[in-house]
Each structure stands twice: as C-alpha cells, then as structure tokens.
C-alpha cells in the first residue's frame, strides 16, 4: 500500500552522539545549532567544539538525512556583520537550511547564499494566514508555526497560503507564545529571543497564599493524532527537546516513526499501552497536552509540583538495548582485479557511486609464498571503522601472486574515503560564490 500523504519527521540534537541516535531511529531530518546564535544557548553543540555540527552535516548526508541549522535568535548590529564569515563552513558543508527569526538575518542570508533555503523559526511567532503569507514572500521555504494553533488554524493556514508548514508535535509547551515571551528577559536578564530562556515559568509561585507551578504547561504529545495533522496540511512533524538526552530523542523518535509510517498509509492504529509507557520513561513532566483540539483549559497545566520518576532499570536497558540494535552502517560491494605485472584495481560501489582505485607498484609473481585468498578477504573486509559494512567481496585473477598486505589494507582505506568524499560531495556548496560580505 503506498503513502496517501508526504510528510518529515523531524528530530531534536544538542550534539553529535543525539544526532546519530536519531538519525538511527528513523529521523527524516535533523535541527541541530552551532557554538552562535541559537535559541538553545545551553545546548551541548552550543558549547562544545564547532565542527561537531559539520561533522553532524556529513552523517546525516551519508545517511540520506537533511540537517536543519538554527540560527534563529534576534542579532545585534556587530553580529551581523561576522554572520557570513560563521556561516562559510556549514554551508560549503551542504547544510539543507538555516531556521532564522531575525528578518535582516534572512535579508542577508538571501542575498549571500541565493540557493540556501530558509525556514521561519517558531521564534517568528506565525500564526495567522497573513503573517505567513508575509513570510512566504520574504523568501522563506518554510514556515514553523506556533504550537498554541489548533487543527482548524493549520488547516485554515494551509488551504489559505499552500505554504510548506512545519508542526511541533511532541514535547515542551511553551505558558507564552513562543519569540513574545519576556517573562525570562525581565525576571532574570535572559532573553529566549538570545537563546537564553531561564524557563522561568518553570517555577513555582505563590498567589492567594497557595504555591503551586501555576504556569508549568503539561508536555504535548499527539502520537493519536498523526493523521489529522497531516490531513491539515502539515509536512514536517517536529519533535521538540534539543536539551534532551540520546535516550530522549532515540526513544521519542523510534515511537513517532513507527506511528507516522502507519498514517502515511491512511491505515488506522491504536498506540500501545507499551509505546505510551516509553515515552513517560524517557520524560514526563506530570501529563500530556496539545492546542489542537482545546485552547486555554486549565488541565493543561501541571499545577502540582514535578512528579518524582524513579529510573525504572529494566525499562531503560530495554530502551537501550533497543538503540544500540538500530545502530547500521552503508553496504558496500566490492571487487579486487588480480594480474601478475599489472598494479592492483579495487572497485567499490555503494548505490549509484563506483569508484576504482589502483596500486602503486605491478603485482609480482610469488617467488616463495603467494597471499591467499582468504588473506585478500580478511584486509578487504576490514571496515570496522569506517560507515560502511561489506556486502559483496570479489576477488578476480591470478592466485599465485604475492600482494603485501600492507598494500590491501591502503586500497581499502581510499576506496573508502573517496566513496565516502563522493556521497559528501553531492551536498557540498562553494560559499565564495557568495554574492555578498555582510550588512551594508
């Protein structure tokens, strides 16, 4: 039965190590930011080395997975001004799109990199057919709309503007509309527009003479609901939680996949009671909610303080043991030609990619030991370190040659590499062709 829908489920990273994770339990795409100016300060790749994002870029292409970059924080003039220089890398990388909030960013982005795709971030606060609409026009691909619309709103949004829509479907909710919210800002001197949100509404509060977490909104989860979303014209299906674990997010991920695939297909489904169970393992925050069928009810508060969740060690091995399985590498097939006098010619294919690399000196005639075939196979197949995983070895020629396993093993290593560079390189962009240095 094919797709009645098309649709991207779209995962949460911080680093590297919850990239790959959710690369292996099914993401279509990935956001992920850098050390600058994204609206998850806090978050590991925000701290951490730079080139970790680049490094995300690449596994994400080789796996047949886009990486969103978040740039989506309000800028300073002087910002601007170093924007492109911090962009160059990522974007020579092949970075799919750059999710922004501030409108001169987009205006500079545009006019430097006139094939690199922008997304409106959340942070923009679209939630009116006209606001996107307006956005649509400034150049932007796609429109994340804000998580307090319900169904009607979205369906209203798309029938009015047939714009690409991104839709948060699991994870925090936001007491505030998301980009208009200045409760942290002014409380605390950490602005969410800076990337800096304090999650004051986190806290508890005292009013009447009662405390309570009076505006700690419950999590969304819509795992029932996947198909109306997609029938109001949603694309990207957007889990939330780039601060959250490998855990998290595999979990999270593996569940809304095997969910989403059976809404693609029209088919009806019941979520397990099993699913339901590891998403609360994973995070629970003291009930579930969404704006999609409701708006402004008081049970979609958690009004009583954080519910203590003890750590249940079989559920959590089995969450593990469950990622750890989903781990996979790329086929790769290969051929080795063989001929005395000749030098050697390895072929690797791996889908529409074939490469061949070749020795540096001719086979020579064995004068005492030939290298057996078994000891060509066991050099070849050598790829643990590497992304792919052997799916076909072919070893053609002459049987009484002597080939120092040295040599396979150096053949072995480029073949590999330039494979790898080739998949790469189908994403890769020339940032100096930049048509622009900046704000003017």
């Given amino acids: 039965m094919g797709e009645m829908y098309r649709a991207e489920l779209l995962a949460p990273a911080g680093s590297l190590s919850v990239c790959k994770a959710a690369v292996f339990a099914g993401a279509d ?17 925000s701290v951490s080395e730079e080139d ?22 309000l800028f300073k003039e002087r910002e601007l001004e170093k924007l ?32 690199l795709p922008l997304h409106a971030s959340t942070q ?15 150049g932007m691909e796609r429109i994340v709309l804000s998580r307090e619309l319900s169904l009607k709103d979205i369906s209203d949004i ?42 004051t509404c986190r806290l508890p509060y005292t009013t009447g003479g009662k405390k309570g977490n009076f505006l700690s909104m419950k ?4 795992l029932d609901s996947l198909e109306d979303i997609l029938k109001a014209g949603a694309y990207s299906l957007k889990i939330e939680g780039r601060m959250k674990s490998e855990l998290y997010t595999a979990t999270v991920v593996s569940v809304y996949r095997k969910y989403l695939d059976l809404a693609l297909r029209g088919e009806s489904y019941t979520v397990s009671e099993q699913d339901k169970q590891l998403l609360k393992a994973v995070y629970d925050r003291g009930g579930e909610t969404s704006y999609l069928y409701q708006h402004n009810a008081k049970d979609m508060i958690a009004l009583a303080d954080r519910p203590f969740r003890k750590e249940e060690e079989e559920l959590t091995a089995f969450i ?18 063989v001929e005395s006098g000749a030098v050697l010619e390895l072929s690797l294919e791996q889908e529409d990619i074939r490469i061949s690399v070749f020795g540096e000196q001719p086979v020579e005639k064995a004068k005492q030991r030939a290298t057996a075939r078994e000891e060509m196979e066991k050099q070849l197949l050598k790829l643990g370190n590497s992304c792919f995983y052997p799916k076909a070895l ?13 040599t396979l093993n150096a053949l072995r290593r480029e073949g590999c590499e330039r494979v790898r560079e080739a998949i790469l390189a189908k994403f890769r962009r020339n940032p100096r062709n930049r048509k622009c240095n900046g704000i003017r």
Avoid: W
Wanted: with cysteine; glycine share 8%; proline share 2%.
């Fill in 394 to 406: 072919r070893i053609k020629g002459e049987e009484e040659v002597f080939i120092p396993l040295s």
């Fill in 219 to 222: 999590d969304m989860n819509t």
């Fill in 158 to 199: 798309y029938e009015s503007t047939g714009a690409e829509l991104e839709v948060f479907v699991h994870g925090a909710m936001c007491y505030s509309y998301s980009g208009a919210c200045f409760m942290s800002s002014l409380l605390g001197g950490r602005s969410g527009n800076r990337g800096r949100c304090a999650g």
């Fill in 84 to 115: 492109l220089e911090y962009m160059d890398p990522y974007v020579e990388a092949g970075v799919d799109a750059v999710i922004v909030q501030d409108l001169g960013v987009a205006k500079v982005l545009k006019e430097a990199y006139s094939d």
């Fill in 124 to 138: 923009m606060t679209a939630n009116t057919r006209e606001a996107v609409s307006l956005l649509s026009s400034f």
């Fill in 320 to 337: 593990r043991k469950s990622m750890e399985e989903r781990e996979r590498k790329l086929p790769l097939s290969m051929e080795l030609k």
């Fill in 29 to 45: 795409a990935v956001y992920m930011g850098g050390q600058k100016y994204s609206a998850r300060a806090f978050a590991k790749s």
């Fill in 52 to 73: 970790e994002l680049l490094l995300a870029i690449e596994f994400c292409h080789l796996y047949g997975v886009k990486l969103f970059m978040t740039v989506n924080t």
